[in-house]
């Protein structure tokens, strides 16, 4: 069994602010270390529930955000930019499932922390067949081309609720509740990873 995982950041547990997903800002170098922690967590929910290989896509900013020797052995990197799918480089039909960890809403949505769709300057609503559509929907569809389910997605509660919404089945792991764009409460890293490790496991 295969598994492809697309990793954001703007959805980890902890992170509220644009300062820390950027290169340069002090609190980047640990909001880094957290999302390739919850990657972690769902490499080894995917290996308990008996994948074979996993494909972890680096789909945040520049796409460097993941430190390759802090990645789970087991899984393989994609990393950099520019990527002809983007946030869903090297999907296809082999894969069983993909996961999105640490996704965001759609611009827009109320109380979405850091919500935004691809270009926080360029994009101001996007829709797919007439409903505003944001990078979950967007990047399941591509998936769903290939005829990969999207079956667990990772975030705020806002991601959650936009997830659920527009796939149905799918497992929603929150991590914290937006209060504002800027602002959320959140659970402990380690709470979060430990929940998306034992959701993945069963997705
Ligand atoms: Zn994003």
Same mark, same amino acid.
């Given at each position: 069994m295969k598994i492809y995982i697309s990793a954001d950041m !703007?959805?980890?547990?902890g992170i509220v602010h644009p300062d820390q997903r950027q290169?340069?800002?002090?609190e980047y170098t640990w909001a880094r270390r957290l999302m390739a922690e919850e990657v972690n967590a769902a490499v080894r929910g995917a290996l308990k529930a008996g994948a074979e290989e996993i494909l972890v896509n680096d789909?945040?900013?520049?796409?460097?955000?993941?430190i390759p020797e802090h990645l789970h052995p087991e899984a393989q990197l994609i990393t950099?930019? =520019?990527?002809?799918?983007?946030?869903?480089?090297?999907?296809?039909?082999?894969?069983a499932a993909a996961f999105f960890i640490g996704y965001h809403a759609r611009r827009?949505?109320?109380?979405?922390?850091? !919500?935004?769709?691809?270009s926080e300057r360029r994009i101001y609503e996007l829709r797919l067949n007439g409903v505003p559509a944001g990078e979950i929907a967007i990047n399941a569809a591509l998936a769903g081309h290939y005829g =990969?389910?999207?079956v667990l997605v990772s975030g705020d509660e806002e991601a959650v609720r936009e997830a659920k919404a527009f796939l149905g089945q799918v497992v929603g792991v929150k991590v914290k509740g937006g209060i504002s764009r800027l602002s959320a409460r959140s659970l402990h890293p380690e709470k979060a990873q430990g929940l998306i490790n034992e959701e993945e496991s069963h997705a």
């Open positions: !703007e959805g980890v547990a290169i340069g800002n002090p789909s945040h900013g520049n796409m460097r955000n993941l950099g930019n =520019v990527k002809p799918w983007a946030m869903m480089e090297g999907i296809d039909g082999s894969f827009g949505a109320k109380r979405g922390v850091l !919500e935004h769709t691809y =990969v389910p999207v």
